[in-house]
């Protein structure tokens, strides 16, 4: 049964851009009429350090901000997150709650046995892909991944329309955003890499709906059921899961 609120885990590694996938997480579940609160938590500032961030979504106001400890969802960033404990969360699906989603980065399967009968005993849906390689082909860059992810939460909700997701991608890539000084230096390579501010733009958003599409038809495939009510777009039209797809 959809929840009126659900709360979303993002661990993975200092540099990958999970606090920026968690802010436009929020910023654009927040345009399609949602309450949103992102909020990142991580101890030394430095490239593959472990970090997490944090995006709670919800049809009524969210009062409560910190550590998420019973996520709805996960989705892991790096596989070192699971191999090498990497995460300031142990085993990496502690708190998950029931008919949840994890979504791994991530080549090949890095679950074992008793992960997999944990996870399947509470229904538990677990998309494991390489979103890496997916945003070196959609953009060019591995500095894309975390658009990846994004869309691929997206795609897996179905409450989210990818106008939204664009609106949320050009909030935090037009305005001065910075969470730290790790996120600032990383925008900054983002965009030497992307030498105008529109083809970064165009490149994150390719690279989001790509993923939102794969997801979306993954989630129709396994029968993962609706996690999140639809909420009530500015104009005041119902955008579920159905009507979200038929639209992109």
Not at 53 to 73: A, H
């Amino acid at each position: 049964m959809a929840k009126d609120s659900i709360k979303v885990r993002l661990p993975g590694l200092g540099g990958q851009g999970a606090v920026t996938a968690a802010h436009i997480a929020a910023t654009a579940a927040d345009t399609d009429g949602y309450y949103a609160v992102s909020n990142p938590f991580f101890g030394a500032e430095k490239r593959m350090a472990p970090s997490e961030s944090y995006t709670r979504i919800g049809t009524v106001p969210i009062y409560d901000r910190g550590e998420v400890i019973y996520p709805d969802i996960i989705m892991i960033f790096h596989p070192q997150v699971i191999t090498m404990g990497k995460s300031y969360t142990m085993p990496f699906y502690a708190g998950i709650k029931e008919n949840g989603l994890v979504i791994i980065n991530s080549d090949h399967d890095l679950l074992t046995a008793t992960d997999k009968k944990t996870l399947d005993d509470l229904n538990v849906k677990v998309l494991t892909h390489d979103f890496t390689k997916f945003a070196i082909d959609q953009a060019g860059t591995e500095l894309a991944t975390n658009m990846a992810m994004l869309g691929a939460l997206f795609g897996a909700l179905g409450t989210v329309s990818k106008p939204s997701i664009e609106e949320g991608i050009k909030d935090r890539f037009l305005k001065k955003y910075t969470a730290s000084g790790g996120t600032a230096t990383l925008d900054s390579v983002i965009e030497k890499k992307f030498k105008k501010k529109q083809e970064l733009i165009d490149k994150n958003l390719s690279t989001a709906s790509a993923a939102y599409d794969l997801t979306a038809a993954w989630a129709k495939e396994v029968g993962l059921e609706p996690i999140l009510e639809p909420s009530k777009n500015n104009n005041g039209n119902q955008i579920g899961r159905a009507s979200c797809r038929e639209r992109v």
